[in-house]
């Protein structure tokens, strides 16, 4: 197995196919990248934007051009030498249209005789399968009957053999599913769902055969060459991640393997799992966080109202186990039989330290969490012991398994979909796989993490943006330079708040952020981020139990702040934006050159200021980088300005260096810079390559610039790959140009 030297994420949909995909790979060869990476291409519910909600895993999705479009874009790479990366999601499978999943739809019409019954996780000892889909249970009598289906509104559903004759209501009460009122999902379905989401039903990927159905299709286009690289999605779902993974490995041997497994700070990969690393969210919190001055955070603390960041998170989590998972916690309960096991069960789910343990390898995390709720809940503590004695005498046992697989449902619910846009102190913290409590990561901790990458993970994907990050690369690099004027942004937070605030603290402090990073910023794309954050953060209204008037107030706040000129919220951001331009380099140019394989989400070679989903799924203009990129190839050195030419710069300089000369990218050295702002730089050697990167550049500026500090050489001649100029060891010479270097040895 190869890694690829680099990889582009391409989100692909109905109106960005196959076909406009094999369009842009003369590009991509041109800037570098080693490998295509993209989303999801198996057939998936019927206009879907993002392709996780697969529904027939057979085939490649007709809507991006099907099999023969498929073929054609992986000819075209093969042909361009560059391998071809896909996503793929074997947790669960959408069930929103039921006719659009074969299988489901067999299930829903033949019940425990379908040849597909055991695809699915479905607990068939509570009868018929609850389908949540009615605006309440009465809506049973609006039903109709149309041929060999039960219609409600645009709803589906199969008629079983036999069952015919009747009213609709009588039909419906004969089916092998029942029909109900949609509240009652949260707390009475009876199959695995993905998260909170009973539209994506959970797959038995465990079971050999369903394993051999769901990934056949995949594991073929890999046997052909024309899939050189897997990224599996949300392995924490699985029964058995790590028996998944090592089937996965030799069904496909000779494919590079990365998982998105989003690791705590600290947490390393079971080191059982035959992959080549995680998709670098861990990367992304080493890299982002040394461009934040941990300075900053009294201030930032102070003007959020000093909030104690665990308190939040817990009763985040709270929330998800008492509100929205309460059907898991039931049914994990009922495998113990205490009267109070789904308390005790909810306890422990709080208090787990990572998203899951990984038993028995990872008994440390589940024992964290066993010690954490006795001492909390003394009352529970009988029942904890029963469930830690039945977890540990049967780590592959259903009540383990289950245990397992909710976890990390619960963390990822209540903390990355609920705290991070309750605890809103510092935003460009509020990242997956980040810990928003710590201001920042410390130089010492990037090289540490860097180290034991090379040495243990070299062909792990590292990353700054993907489609799951609350905010891009690029606006959590202008965020970061918050924190090194935190008196001066809470002072103007404090008097723009005092004119147009937002009757909700977190959410005023976080809408504030929003619009300095991502500035300029339509009055659409801020109103519907910020009604998606209002959302996800539960205090004032929820997806499901609406405050219309406090939502109204949020939907009218952009085009109010946007229309009062008076604020002065441009010139603030033309104060911060250059600093965050350096940041931008460079964290880019540590990315792209740093152990590991860098991944380039889409249209980010440019400044990108994106939100969470969908905002980040917004369509990239290639005719525009192929033009600065024409440039660039003609010798053009562009200006640090809004183009952000400068950043496709770097990205097509360092990727090209990695696929043409892989050699320099080998090995990882720290190297020291000396005088009175080394603290500003950071710097590492390679083989034969050196990396400098400016951090903290307000401070470094306010101190009289790098003054007589010196990165002091290896021996030998050196060269500026972005410049193609010779390179010097003082700093202010090194970078008088871009605040990064790129330097290779000889000419």
């Known amino acids: 197995m190869t890694p690829p030297s680099s990889t582009y994420r391409l989100q692909l949909r109905p109106e960005f196919t196959f076909t406009d995909a094999a369009a842009q790979v003369g590009y991509l060869r041109r800037l570098g990248v080693g490998a295509l990476y993209a989303s ?3 057939d998936a519910t019927p206009g879907s934007t993002h392709g996780y909600d697969v529904v027939d895993p057979t085939r490649a999705r007709p809507e991006l051009g099907g099999e023969e479009a498929r073929k054609a874009l992986a000819a075209k790479l093969r042909e361009a030498g560059l391998g071809f990366v896909v996503d793929i999601v074997p947790n669960h499978m959408s069930v929103e249209v039921a006719k659009a999943n074969p299988w489901w739809w067999d299930v829903l019409r033949n019940g425990r005789e379908s040849a ?20 309440d249970d009465d809506a049973v009598a609006e039903l109709k009957v149309e041929g060999e289906e039960l219609v409600y509104y645009d709803h589906r559903f199969p008629i079983a053999r036999g069952t015919e004759g009747g009213t609709p209501q009588e039909v419906h009460d004969r089916q092998h599913y029942e029909l109900v009122g949609w509240r009652r999902g949260n707390a009475e379905l009876n199959y695995r769902r993905f998260f909170d989401i009973t539209t994506l039903a959970a797959v038995r990927v465990e079971v050999p055969e369903v394993f051999a159905d769901t990934h056949g299709e995949v594991l073929r286009w890999v046997a052909d060459g024309d899939v ?9 779902g699985l029964a058995d991640p790590g028996g998944y993974m090592r089937r996965l490995r030799e069904a496909a041997p000779g494919a590079w393997l990365v998982v998105e497994k989003i690791l705590h700070p600290g947490e390393d990969l079971p080191q059982s799992w035959p992959v080549d690393g995680t998709t670098g969210y861990d990367a992304l919190r080493e890299i982002a966080g040394i461009f934040v001055d941990p300075a900053g955070a009294p201030r930032f603390s102070l003007l959020a109202g000093s909030p104690d960041y665990r308190a939040v998170e817990e009763e985040a989590r709270r929330l ?11 049914r994990i309960g009922a495998l113990v039989g205490a009267p109070d096991a789904p308390a005790a069960v909810a306890e422990l789910m709080i208090a787990f330290p990572v998203y899951r343990s990984y038993l028995p390898e990872g008994g440390d995390h589940w ?7 006795k001492a909390k809940r003394p009352d529970l503590a009988s029942t904890v012991d029963v469930i830690d004695r039945q977890v540990r005498a049967d780590p592959d046992g259903e009540l383990a398994t289950r245990f397992q697989q909710t976890s990390g449902m619960v963390v990822a619910k209540g903390t990355e979909d609920t705290t991070f846009y309750r605890y809103t102190r510092f935003a460009a913290l509020n990242e997956v796989g980040g810990s928003p409590e710590d201001f920042g990561t410390s130089v010492e901790e990037f090289y540490a993490s860097a180290t034991a990458r090379e040495a243990g993970w070299p062909a792990a994907m590292t990353t700054l943006t993907t489609h799951d990050t609350k905010r891009s690369e690029d606006v959590r690099a202008r965020l970061a330079v918050l924190s090194e004027l935190p008196d001066d942004f809470a002072d103007a937070v404090e008097e723009w708040t005092g004119k147009h605030g937002i009757d909700e603290p977190s959410l005023n402090l976080l809408a504030w952020q929003t619009l300095v990073g991502a500035w300029p910023i339509s009055a659409d794309r801020l109103r519907d981020y910020l009604d998606k954050a209002a959302k996800e953060a539960k205090i004032r209204t929820t997806w499901t139990d609406h405050d219309e008037a406090f939502e109204a107030a949020v939907a009218a706040w952009p085009e109010q702040v946007l229309g009062d000129t008076t604020l002065g ?83 097509h300089r360092a990727l090209t260096l990695r696929r043409d000369h892989p050699e320099l990218f080998r090995g990882y050295k720290r190297l020291h810079a000396e005088g009175p702002a080394a603290e500003h730089a950071v710097a590492f050697e390679r083989n034969g390559l050196i ?57």
């Open 320 to 330: 998800v186990t008492d509100t929205i998972l309460v059907a898991e916690m039931r």
């Open 116 to 135: 597909y019954a055991g695809h699915f996780d479905i607990d068939w000892s509570r009868g018929r399968i609850l389908l949540p889909v009615l605006g």
């Open 228 to 236: 050189t690289g897997l990224r599996v999605d949300h392995p924490d």
């Open 367 to 373: 024992a964290q969490a066993v010690a954490r709720v």
């Open 40 to 42: 999801p291409v198996l």
């Open 691 to 747: 990396v400098v990167a400016t951090r903290l550049p307000v401070g470094l500026a306010a101190a009289g610039g790098w003054r007589e500090t010196v990165l002091p050489l290896p021996p030998g001649e050196w060269t500026d790959v972005l410049t193609g100029t010779a390179a010097v060891g003082e700093l202010s010479g090194l970078l008088s140009r871009y605040p990064v270097a790129l330097l290779v040895r000889g000419d």
């Open 569 to 651: 919220v441009a010139e603030f951001v033309e104060r911060i934006k250059g600093p965050g331009w350096s940041n931008s380099l460079g964290q880019k140019l540590i990315q792209l050159t740093a152990p590991g394989v860098p991944d380039v989400y889409q249209g980010t070679e440019l400044w990108d200021f994106s939100l969470v989903d969908p905002d980040n799924r917004r369509p990239v203009d290639y005719a525009l980088r192929r033009e600065v990129l024409d440039r660039i190839e003609a010798g053009e050195l562009p200006e640090v300005d809004e183009t952000g030419a400068a950043k496709l710069l770097v990205v």
